[in-house]
């Protein structure tokens, strides 16, 4: 079937160019020189495709964006930004631009952005299109884990760089893989990455790579993660965890779309969706003046919250029988199930770790359980996520006052709030930003509580 793009610029040179270049990928193009003609030739042709300037005669280049999200969704728009105009690009994803390319157009860029908007199939893709057994697909019927399906769906057909927040262990990587297993470069390689697992002195190497003899122990050329998923998706996971001085050369490597390997002279183009994420609260890690405010704009153009699962407790059941369907696979048993008192107390329960907490807590519970049945005393025992002061404390304060002790209620209280926070950061693993939440409180306010009552 033959391609064809819209092209639409005021500047005739341009789409001479764009024409020539598109012409000789085989691929059919009509021009618009402003929004009145784009729009004329939208209502009278099939366009697999749209690049488009930002700055127009008679309007604004976002504005021909929100419109054909809103009337043509299935057409996928690219726009062209002038050099270094790194705001009005990530203004235009935030629109729905399928992704940018900047004045002077690079060919190459251009051609190999215009193939991966092409890869896209002219339907919307179905919701929830993996199948039932697909490692990707994300388990739940819940409105808030349906409204993430949504927008998976939604962000797939963009190149935007997407965030994904949300705490430890509730799923981010798997959601950031249906990203990727959804949209057009999902025949090219999917890289995953913990920022916080690489030692300082390496990051760069593992990032960009390296020259042969370019440091100690550089014994030969080696393939940075950027390169090793060009043409795919990069995901950062703990992204908030990169010192200061990988994250300027992480921005740069975002904004010129290339690379240096450590020891070379020469950039490496590079083409890559990325995808970051961290359990911490990014704005104030910015505030506080551990992320750079300029990586914050160019990684959080759109920002997927995946919710805690004691958010969304009703899909507990589902999860736990998918999760016993896989381990029973694993360990080549007879398909195992939850007995009604089972599910309810794993409901009660608060899951600081998340899914990955559930998923552990089955494994343990499949080991000791005995017949094809778990029952709730099989269950490890789940702490109440309620913290209150113990009534031993609580005995000693009232023998004190009674006997005319010397009784201070300022350190009595202290006392009841440093074994609550305590236990607040044990329950979540010591996320210091889960904790505030757990207690109700900000998290400027819990670093000051911290600091009072020299909680380390």
Same mark, same amino acid.
């Given at each position: 079937?033959?391609?064809?793009?819209?092209?639409?610029?005021?500047?005739?040179?341009?789409?001479? %160019?764009?024409?020539?270049?598109?012409?000789?990928?085989?691929?059919?193009?009509?021009?618009?020189?402003?929004?009145?003609?784009?729009?004329?030739?939208?209502?009278?042709?099939?366009?697999?495709?749209?690049?488009?300037?930002?700055? %127009?005669?008679?309007?604004?280049?976002?504005?021909?964006?929100?419109?054909?999200?809103?009337?043509?969704?299935?057409?996928?728009?690219?726009?062209?930004?002038?050099?270094?105009?790194?705001?009005?690009?990530?203004?235009?994803?935030?629109?729905?631009?399928?992704?940018?390319?900047?004045?002077?157009?690079?060919?190459?860029?251009?051609? &190999?952005?215009?193939?991966?908007?092409?890869?896209?199939?002219?339907?919307?893709?179905?919701?929830?299109?993996?199948?039932?057994?697909?490692?990707?697909?994300?388990?739940?019927?819940?409105? #808030?884990?349906?409204?993430?399906?949504?927008?998976?769906?939604?962000? $797939?057909?963009?190149? $935007?760089?997407?965030?994904?927040?949300?705490?430890?262990?509730?799923?981010?990587? %798997?959601?950031?893989?249906?990203?990727?297993?959804?949209?057009? +470069?999902?025949?090219?390689?999917?890289?995953?990455?913990?920022?916080?697992?690489?030692?300082?002195?390496?990051?760069?190497?593992?990032?960009?790579?390296?020259?042969?003899?370019?440091?100690? @122990?550089?014994?030969?050329?080696?393939?940075?993660?950027?390169?090793?998923?060009? @043409?795919?998706?990069?995901?950062?996971?703990?992204?908030?965890?990169?010192?200061?001085?990988?994250?300027?050369?992480?921005?740069?490597?975002?904004? #010129?779309?290339?690379?240096?390997?450590?020891?070379?002279?020469? &950039?490496?183009?590079?083409?890559?969706?990325?995808?970051?994420?961290?359990?911490?609260?990014?704005?104030? #890690?910015?505030?506080?003046?551990?992320?750079?405010?300029?990586?914050?704009?160019?990684?959080?153009?759109?920002?997927?919250?995946?919710?805690?699962?004691?958010? +969304?407790?009703?899909?507990?059941?589902?999860?736990?029988?998918?999760?016993?369907?896989?381990?029973?696979?694993?360990?080549?048993? #007879?398909?195992?199930?939850?007995?009604?008192? $089972?599910?309810?107390?794993?409901?009660?329960?608060?899951?600081?770790?998340?899914?990955?907490?559930?998923?552990?807590?089955?494994?343990?519970?499949?080991? %000791?359980?005995?017949?094809?049945?778990?029952?709730?005393?099989?269950?490890?025992?789940?702490?109440?996520?309620?913290?209150?002061?113990?009534?031993?404390?609580?005995?000693?304060?009232?023998?004190?006052?009674?006997?005319?002790?010397?009784?201070?209620?300022?350190?009595?209280?202290?006392?009841?709030?440093?074994?609550?926070?305590?236990?607040?950061?044990?329950?979540?693993?010591?996320?210091?930003?889960? $904790?505030?939440?757990?207690?109700?409180?900000?998290?400027?306010?819990?670093?000051?509580?911290?600091?009072?009552?020299?909680?380390?």
């Amino acid at each position: 079937m033959s391609h064809k793009v819209l092209i639409v610029d005021d500047e005739p040179d341009i789409r001479e %160019l764009l024409e020539i270049t598109l012409g000789r990928m085989k691929l059919e193009t009509a021009s618009a020189p402003d929004l009145s003609s784009a729009r004329s030739l939208l209502g009278t042709n099939d366009f697999h495709l749209c690049l488009t300037d930002m700055k %127009l005669p008679d309007g604004n280049g976002i504005d021909l964006v929100k419109e054909i999200q809103s009337e043509y969704p299935h057409i996928p728009i690219a726009v062209i930004t002038a050099h270094g105009s790194t705001e009005t690009a990530i203004s235009a994803l935030k629109s729905g631009a399928f992704d940018f390319v900047s004045k002077p157009v690079d060919i190459m860029k251009l051609r &190999e952005m215009v193939n991966t908007a092409l890869k896209m199939e002219h339907e919307l893709p179905e919701k929830n299109a993996e199948p039932d057994n697909s490692p990707l697909k994300i388990q739940g019927d819940s409105v #808030e884990i349906n409204n993430v399906k949504e927008q998976i769906i939604k962000l $797939a057909r963009s190149q $935007a760089p997407v965030f994904i927040s949300g705490e430890s262990g509730s799923g981010k990587e %798997l959601v950031a893989r249906s990203i990727h297993a959804q949209g057009p +470069r999902r025949e090219n390689e999917f890289i995953a990455i913990n920022c916080g697992a690489i030692p300082s002195e390496l990051m760069e190497s593992e990032f960009f790579g390296h020259k042969k003899g370019s440091f100690t @122990g550089a014994h030969s050329d080696k393939t940075g993660l950027f390169q090793a998923a060009n @043409g795919g998706s990069l995901f950062l996971d703990e992204i908030a965890d990169l010192p200061l001085h990988m994250q300027v050369k992480l921005l740069r490597a975002i904004q #010129e779309k290339s690379v240096r390997p450590v020891g070379s002279e020469a &950039e490496i183009p590079v083409n890559v969706r990325l995808i970051s994420a961290t359990h911490k609260n990014l704005t104030e #890690e910015v505030d506080q003046g551990n992320v750079r405010q300029d990586l914050y704009y160019r990684i959080n153009v759109i920002e997927l919250h995946v919710p805690s699962l004691r958010e +969304r407790k009703d899909d507990i059941p589902l999860l736990a029988n998918h999760f016993l369907d896989v381990l029973a696979n694993e360990h080549s048993k #007879e398909k195992v199930s939850l007995n009604e008192e $089972a599910i309810s107390k794993l409901q009660a329960y608060d899951f600081p770790g998340n899914v990955r907490e559930l998923e552990n807590i089955l494994q343990r519970s499949l080991a %000791l359980a005995e017949g094809n049945i778990i029952r709730a005393e099989d269950l490890p025992p789940l702490k109440s996520q309620i913290i209150n002061e113990s009534p031993s404390a609580t005995l000693e304060a009232q023998e004190k006052i009674a006997s005319g002790e010397e009784f201070s209620l300022e350190k009595h209280l202290e006392k009841i709030e440093k074994a609550a926070i305590e236990k607040a950061l044990e329950e979540t693993r010591w996320n210091k930003t889960a $904790a505030a939440k757990k207690l109700g409180m900000s998290f400027r306010s819990f670093r000051y509580r911290l600091k009072k009552l020299g909680v380390d």
